[in-house]
Protein backbone atom coordinates (compact mmCIF):
# COMPACT_ATOMS: atom_id res chain seq x y z
CA UNK A 1 0.00 0.00 0.00
CA UNK A 2 1.33 3.48 -1.41
CA UNK A 3 0.65 5.48 1.51
CA UNK A 4 0.64 9.53 0.45
CA UNK A 5 -0.06 12.56 2.64
CA UNK A 6 -1.61 15.40 1.38
CA UNK A 7 -0.88 19.07 3.36
CA UNK A 8 -1.46 22.92 1.90
CA UNK A 9 -5.36 23.54 2.27
CA UNK A 10 -7.05 25.84 3.74
CA UNK A 11 -9.95 28.94 2.83
CA UNK A 12 -8.63 31.58 0.11
CA UNK A 13 -10.82 34.13 -1.25
CA UNK A 14 -12.06 33.90 -4.84
CA UNK A 15 -8.73 34.52 -6.86
CA UNK A 16 -6.59 33.59 -4.19
CA UNK A 17 -4.18 30.78 -4.51
CA UNK A 18 -2.50 27.93 -2.52
CA UNK A 19 -0.16 25.58 -3.50
CA UNK A 20 -1.13 21.59 -2.39
CA UNK A 21 1.69 19.12 -1.45
CA UNK A 22 2.12 15.49 -1.89
CA UNK A 23 4.23 13.75 -0.03
CA UNK A 24 5.21 10.01 0.14
CA UNK A 25 6.58 7.54 3.07
CA UNK A 26 9.19 4.78 1.90
CA UNK A 27 9.04 5.13 -1.08
CA UNK A 28 10.02 7.54 -4.60
CA UNK A 29 7.09 9.09 -5.99
CA UNK A 30 9.35 9.53 -9.15
CA UNK A 31 8.91 5.78 -9.59
CA UNK A 32 5.16 6.64 -9.67
CA UNK A 33 2.37 8.21 -12.36
CA UNK A 34 0.85 10.86 -9.96
CA UNK A 35 -2.29 12.68 -9.70
CA UNK A 36 -4.51 14.77 -7.78
CA UNK A 37 -8.62 14.64 -7.89
CA UNK A 38 -10.79 16.42 -5.48
CA UNK A 39 -14.30 15.90 -3.87
CA UNK A 40 -16.66 18.77 -4.01
CA UNK A 41 -19.44 18.63 -1.22
CA UNK A 42 -21.91 16.40 -2.38
CA UNK A 43 -20.40 15.03 -5.59
CA UNK A 44 -17.66 12.47 -6.67
CA UNK A 45 -14.24 12.05 -6.42
CA UNK A 46 -12.84 13.79 -9.80
CA UNK A 47 -9.68 13.83 -11.17
CA UNK A 48 -8.23 17.39 -11.65
CA UNK A 49 -4.54 16.47 -12.63
CA UNK A 50 -2.00 14.17 -13.34
CA UNK A 51 2.17 13.71 -13.73
CA UNK A 52 3.65 11.37 -15.78
CA UNK A 53 7.36 9.97 -14.52
CA UNK A 54 10.50 12.47 -14.50
CA UNK A 55 11.92 12.41 -17.94
CA UNK A 56 15.28 12.19 -18.23
CA UNK A 57 15.41 13.84 -21.39
CA UNK A 58 13.26 17.15 -20.90
CA UNK A 59 12.30 19.15 -17.43
CA UNK A 60 9.25 18.79 -18.64
CA UNK A 61 7.22 15.48 -18.26
CA UNK A 62 3.76 14.71 -19.98
CA UNK A 63 1.25 16.60 -17.56
CA UNK A 64 -3.01 15.97 -17.91
CA UNK A 65 -5.51 19.09 -16.14
CA UNK A 66 -8.96 18.77 -16.32
CA UNK A 67 -10.96 21.71 -18.39
CA UNK A 68 -12.28 23.38 -15.47
CA UNK A 69 -8.55 24.28 -13.83
CA UNK A 70 -6.77 23.92 -17.04
CA UNK A 71 -4.61 27.58 -16.89
CA UNK A 72 -5.12 27.86 -13.55
CA UNK A 73 -3.42 24.90 -12.04
CA UNK A 74 0.25 23.52 -12.30
CA UNK A 75 1.14 20.11 -11.44
CA UNK A 76 5.13 19.23 -10.57
CA UNK A 77 7.54 17.02 -9.10
CA UNK A 78 10.21 18.32 -7.06
CA UNK A 79 12.77 15.12 -6.96
CA UNK A 80 14.94 16.35 -4.20
CA UNK A 81 12.15 16.52 -1.61
CA UNK A 82 10.51 13.53 -3.01
CA UNK A 83 7.57 15.58 -3.81
CA UNK A 84 4.55 16.79 -5.74
CA UNK A 85 3.10 20.21 -5.80
CA UNK A 86 -0.27 21.05 -7.28
CA UNK A 87 -0.45 24.96 -7.42
CA UNK A 88 -3.73 26.66 -7.13
CA UNK A 89 -4.32 30.12 -8.69
CA UNK A 90 -7.67 31.81 -9.65
CA UNK A 91 -9.45 30.24 -7.57
CA UNK A 92 -13.00 29.98 -7.82
CA UNK A 93 -15.86 28.98 -5.72
CA UNK A 94 -16.30 25.97 -7.47
CA UNK A 95 -12.98 24.59 -6.78
CA UNK A 96 -13.79 24.19 -2.86
CA UNK A 97 -13.75 19.89 -2.06
CA UNK A 98 -11.37 17.94 -0.14
CA UNK A 99 -7.59 16.98 -2.33
CA UNK A 100 -6.77 13.75 -2.53
CA UNK A 101 -3.36 12.82 -4.18
CA UNK A 102 -2.88 9.22 -5.27
CA UNK A 103 -0.64 6.71 -7.71
CA UNK A 104 -2.58 6.75 -10.87
CA UNK A 105 -2.50 4.16 -13.70
CA UNK A 106 -0.76 4.95 -17.41
CA UNK A 107 -1.85 4.27 -20.45
CA UNK A 108 -0.30 4.77 -23.79
CA UNK A 109 2.95 6.58 -21.78
CA UNK A 110 0.54 9.31 -20.08
CA UNK A 111 -1.23 9.62 -17.12
CA UNK A 112 -4.48 8.62 -16.75
CA UNK A 113 -7.36 10.13 -14.36
CA UNK A 114 -7.66 6.76 -12.29
CA UNK A 115 -6.11 5.55 -9.24
CA UNK A 116 -3.92 2.47 -9.87
CA UNK A 117 -4.37 1.08 -6.42
CA UNK A 118 -7.69 2.95 -4.60
CA UNK A 119 -5.41 3.84 -1.98
CA UNK A 120 -6.62 7.03 -0.95
CA UNK A 121 -5.15 9.20 2.28
CA UNK A 122 -7.11 11.63 4.06
CA UNK A 123 -6.83 14.40 1.71
CA UNK A 124 -6.46 18.40 2.50
CA UNK A 125 -9.34 20.38 2.56
CA UNK A 126 -9.63 23.62 0.19
CA UNK A 127 -12.52 26.11 0.94
CA UNK A 128 -12.53 29.75 -1.59
CA UNK A 129 -15.37 31.57 -0.08
CA UNK A 130 -15.94 35.61 -0.07
Known amino acids: QLRLVESGGGSVQPGGSLRLSCAAS????????IGWFRQAPGKERTGVSCINLPDPYTSDPYTYYAKSVEGRFTISRDTTSNMVYLQMDSLKAEDTGVYYC??????????????????WGQGTRVTVSS
Open 102 to 119: TAVAAGYGRCQMRSRDGD
Open 26 to 33: GFRLDDYY
